[in-house]
């Protein structure tokens, strides 16, 4: 076999560049990998050696290696260094088509990297999910499914198209589940979607103009998404404080952009301040209850504030209440949607994080109008959500067996919260501080001084454990965690905890 000449290195960073010393020799060695230059099978120089030639310290280049290892690019062997192992740019064989066009223009925008991480090793059992937005499998109510899935054996005589809105009997149900969040709609009102995150995509292709501003907290589960991007819209970040969002600051922030100090707001397109036109129309999506990701819940006289604000600059909103049955502390909070007496406000709600992720059902409650251009649209997507999951969740709303089942569920998530705040409190009090949360499943925990997260990501990978670093849902690094205790038991979150505090 000929042997590879060694790789040469006449290079060296530009230190008046605003962009980081690290990324710029990850692009330089990405790209000569790209033209063949430095060719598969290569080893890299040491670690020494490489900062000698680019004139770093080797914390720099061990950086660069790691985020090569992470795209897949060079992996290191025992006894054998770090070699390039692929050439992920070379993606088609001559004469093919370029896909890596075709991939950076399609609709949907990619996720970062560390969001794509995430959605890869959540599939990887060896790894403990410590900031994971979904329910332990374990508590999965088997006994209540089987009744159902043994009755939906004996009545369900066919599984053709469902109405685009959703069948009846579940459009009735959630409709009176609603009555349970102070709602009082009518099944005509409500859609059922495959999934809330789908209902949000509706809304964005449908409801909402390319170029529209879609106000959320900052941070924001929303921040992590790209549905709202991938339309062509705007995210602006809307301070939160311990209450919830900051009702204040969005008021001033949208003052500020219609051009005046009383007069019309962002949905008139007649603004002042250079935003007028399509560009001028806004919504607000926000998280009232059990918010993702911080777990804040809005108190009663701050829901009252955002609702006479967004009136007053005719902001319609969008209300996620994904979280809204899995308040264990005190009363679940009032719905904006109950103080709702200008159809304003479209409300989404789940099953995913209450039930079972798995059955896909969302709903949407709207003005009559919304739903009839909401259920087109589905139809063009998807004929439907699932016949056989809509059932399901019908039969578990109508029978009670949901209600029973949340109560068991809400002692339990009250369990784990407890324990996770008393791991937390023995091993990150003079280091961090962090929320209490009054249901959902986050805590939302900031570091006193600043941690490399993205380093601590890798890290705790590196020792099977998954972490949501915060960033990936702010508008700005915040040095924060979204932990969640409703995916482990208190004995995994401690000591998937402990291996993050000896990183720290």
């Not at 998807?382 to 809400?410: H, K, N």
């Not at 380093?455 to 932990?483: K, W």
Request: hydrophobic share 40%; proline share 5%; glycine share 10%.
């Amino acid at each position: 076999m000929a042997r590879i000449a060694p790789l040469e290195i006449d290079w060296k960073p530009n230190r008046e560049e605003t962009r980081p010393v690290t990324e710029q020799i990850v692009d330089f060695m990405c790209g000569r990998i790209a033209s063949g230059a430095w060719p598969i099978g290569s080893r890299l120089p040491s670690q020494r050696a490489l900062a000698d030639a680019f004139g770093v310290n080797r914390s720099t280049v061990i950086a660069a290696v790691e985020e090569l290892a992470d795209y897949g690019i060079v992996e290191g062997r025992h006894g054998a260094g770090t070699r390039i192992v692929s050439n992920t740019w070379s993606l088609m064989l001559s004469g093919a088509p370029d896909w890596a066009d075709y991939v950076a223009s399609g609709f949907f925008k990619a996720n970062n990297d560390t969001i794509q991480s995430i959605n890869r090793y959540e599939f990887d059992s060896a790894k403990t999910r410590l900031g994971t937005g979904e329910l332990d499998p374990r508590l999965f109510p088997r006994e209540m499914w089987r009744r159902v899935a043994c009755e939906a054996a004996d009545e369900i005589d066919s599984l053709g198209y469902p109405p685009p809105e959703g069948l009846d009997v579940l459009r009735e149900a959630v409709a009176s589940h609603m009555r349970s969040w102070n709602v009082d709609c009518n099944p005509e009102q409500v859609l059922i979607s495959s999934g809330a995150l789908q209902g949000l995509q509706m809304i964005s292709v449908s409801l909402l103009s390319s170029g529209s501003t879609v106000y959320a907290e900052a941070p924001s589960y929303i921040k992590s998404l790209q549905v709202f991007q991938s339309a062509g819209m705007r995210l602006a970040g809307v301070p939160m404080g311990v209450d919830g969002l900051d009702v204040h600051a969005l008021d001033a922030s949208l003052r500020e952009r219609a051009g005046t100090g009383s007069g019309p707001g962002p949905r008139s397109g007649q603004g002042s301040g250079g935003n007028g036109g399509k560009n001028s129309s806004a919504v607000l999506y926000t998280i009232p209850t059990n918010h993702n990701p911080t777990g804040l819940t809005m108190p009663a006289d701050r829901r009252h504030l955002l609702i006479d604000a967004c009136v007053a600059n005719r902001l319609p909103i969008i209300e996620d209440c994904a979280y809204q049955d899995l308040v264990f502390d005190g009363d679940a909070p009032t719905s904006l949607k109950a103080f709702d007496d200008t159809g304003m406000v479209i409300t989404v709600g789940s099953a995913s994080k209450s039930l079972a992720p798995g059955l896909r059902i969302g709903w949407v409650v709207a003005d009559e109008r919304i739903v009839h251009r909401l259920a087109d649209v589905k139809m063009q997507m998807d004929y439907g959500a699932s016949t056989l999951s809509q059932w399901v969740f019908a039969r578990f709303l109508t029978s009670g067996m949901y209600g029973e089942y949340l109560e068991q569920l809400r002692a339990e998530l009250r369990r784990r919260r407890d324990a996770a705040l008393e791991t937390l409190e023995r091993l990150f009090s003079v280091r961090a501080h962090w929320n209490v949360p009054q249901g959902g499943f986050y805590i939302w925990l900031t570091f006193d001084e600043p941690v490399r997260m993205g380093r601590l990501f890798q890290r705790a990978l590196e020792h099977g454990v998954l972490l949501n670093p915060g960033d990936i849902y702010d508008f700005a690094g915040d040095n924060s965690l979204r932990l969640s205790y409703a995916y482990t038991t208190p004995e995994e979150f401690a000591r998937a905890a402990e291996v993050v505090a000896s990183l720290v």
